[in-house]
């Protein structure tokens, strides 16, 4: 069975990183629920408490990373997310 983490980069008060927390939540959650789904886990950490991530990311969070590589950034498409998800092998 495939494994993912996932890991979202944001920071407290913006709204897209909490419109890109409902879309992650709700792709997992969809996905959990189909046969051969890949075991996935959510880390989320703030660019507020990481020195590094924030002078990488700041101008582009919500950031979201799949097994450490960046899947996409400012709005989380949800059928690309569980189309990446889906074909991990």
Known sequence: MAQASL???SKPGCHLCDDARG?????MSDIGSRVNAPELSLTEVSILDDVELHERYAEEIPVLLING???NYWRIDPTRLTNALMELE
Do not use: E, W
């Open 7 to 9: 890991t979202l980069i």
């Open 23 to 27: 879309v992650v939540n709700r792709v």
């Open 69 to 71: 590589r960046v899947h």
